[in-house]
């Protein structure tokens, strides 16, 4: 009582199976074994249920004793037992960095599901630093707000609009965010070539490569002469001195 909680429960239900399909394929496509979860905000644990079998273990973090209380009934009567609940404050990062550290904790992910208000800036700093972040926002405006930092080191890969307040102005949102993964472009890589052949010239990992593409009329892919690279740090900046690579007998602009 007096809690919040989402009013239209067919909505609450596809958002729900929206974050697990989400979370599935995000730890498929990385081949993540044994990730933990960081959940921000988490409420009485509706989230925490539907995502909890897909991590190692899970840590959700609620301001509110009663929803904390509410949330651990839930996991109980749900038969969850790799959810840690946590009653404090998910703007204290500095605590949040030590129950990492002193928890034997493996963040890979993070879901957040912040007040009307948005993110706080202790928060955004915090989820600057993980992999992938699941949010859910009840302001589209907070939601704006709080993108315009968050893309600054993440890229938006999935969103989802949720009719949870019909007859209002508000519309929930959840967002998929990955993290920007560091990178060259080459320009002028011959279209003949395959991303394994550009892969073997240049010694990385065939999955280090992505050709760019354009869709013809007929929606089948046309190749373009441009090759995204991932790379680390040290290999990125050592190309870019470079700022030419030879591939395919073609000297390629970096």
Not at 25 to 35: N, T
């Amino acid at each position: 009582e007096g809690q919040f909680s989402n009013p239209c429960t067919e909505a609450a239900r596809h958002t729900l199976d929206w974050l697990s399909a989400t979370a599935r394929d995000v730890l498929a496509r990385r081949a993540a074994a044994d990730v933990d979860l960081l959940e921000l905000h988490s409420g009485f644990g509706a989230s925490t249920v539907a995502l909890a079998s897909c991590f190692r273990r899970v840590l959700s973090v609620e301001i509110s004793r009663d929803l904390a209380e509410a949330q651990r009934h839930n996991l109980e009567l749900n038969g969850i037992t790799n959810v840690t609940v946590a009653r404090g404050d998910a703007d204290d990062a500095g605590w949040l960095r030590r129950e990492e550290a002193e928890g034997g904790w493996r963040f890979g992910v993070a879901l957040i599901d912040p007040p009307r208000g948005g993110l706080s800036e202790a928060t955004l700093g915090l989820l600057a630093e993980m992999e992938v972040v699941l949010g859910v926002w009840c302001n589209s405006e907070a939601m704006a707000a709080n993108l315009q930092e968050l893309t600054k080191t993440h890229e938006v890969k999935k969103l989802a609009m949720i009719d949870q307040f019909p007859f209002t102005d508000f519309l929930e949102c959840a967002v998929l965010l990955e993290r920007k993964e560091e990178g060259v472009v080459l320009r002028g890589v011959p279209t003949s070539l395959g991303e394994s052949e550009v892969a073997a010239e240049l010694g990385v990992p065939e999955a280090a490569v992505t050709r760019f593409t354009r869709t013809a009329k007929g929606g089948a892919p046309v190749p373009l002469p441009l090759v995204r690279v991932r790379c680390d740090a040290a290999s990125c900046d050592s190309l870019l001195a470079a700022g030419t690579r030879l591939v395919g007998g073609v000297e390629c602009a970096v």
